[in-house]
């Protein structure tokens, strides 16, 4: 009897520590998540409606990459939106928020969407003109909400 009770207690020991040690740890290197998300903006008077796909890739903790891919529609006119954000000098800033800088703004050849429009989303993900701020929040095991200082931008699957 003493040793079914010795086994039950190390066998809830080894669970918990496991547990603990699991969500101790909720952000491993490289994280690469997905998402889809529709925002409703406005950029002086203009409403504009943008359709994209975010794909966060974070190498380590210091480094990663950001894409924006998708369409803006500004009252019927749509353009299409492609940029990538180099993220460099990161450093948690908390368990679940890291901060960057954003090293490079790159644009590709098929992006059509004015500057001032890309401005209006990169406002939602700034804390200043260089400075990007994720926080980083585990739903479930492989489900994240992506959040910045001003707002929860998304949620996305890990992959």
């Known amino acids: 009897m003493k040793i079914k009770i010795a086994a039950c207690l190390l066998?809830?020991?080894i669970l918990l520590a496991g547990?603990?040690?699991y969500a101790a740890k909720p952000l491993r290197f490289p994280f690469k998540c997905i998402g889809f998300v529709e925002y409703h903006l406005i950029s002086g008077n203009n409403p504009i409606n943008l359709s994209l796909s975010q794909d966060i890739r974070l190498f380590s903790q210091a480094?990663?990459?950001i894409n924006f891919r998708g369409q803006v529609d500004d009252g019927g006119r749509v353009?299409?939106?492609n940029r990538t954000l180099t993220l460099t000098g990161g450093k948690?800033?908390?368990d679940d928020t890291l901060r960057f800088t954003i090293s490079r703004i790159t644009?590709?050849?098929?992006?059509?969407?004015p500057e001032p429009?890309?401005?209006?989303?990169l406002d939602e993900y700034v804390t200043s003109q260089?400075?990007?701020?994720?926080d980083l929040i585990r739903l479930q095991p492989e489900v994240w909400v992506i959040g910045s200082p001003a707002s929860y931008l998304m949620t996305c699957i890990q992959y």
């Open 130 to 134: 260089d400075a990007l701020q994720l």
């Open 79 to 81: 353009t299409q939106l």
């Open 92 to 94: 948690p800033v908390d």
């Open 63 to 65: 480094e990663g990459k």
């Open 11 to 13: 066998s809830a020991i």
């Open 19 to 21: 547990l603990w040690f």
């Open 107 to 113: 644009r590709s050849a098929i992006d059509n969407t």
């Open 117 to 121: 429009f890309f401005g209006v989303l």
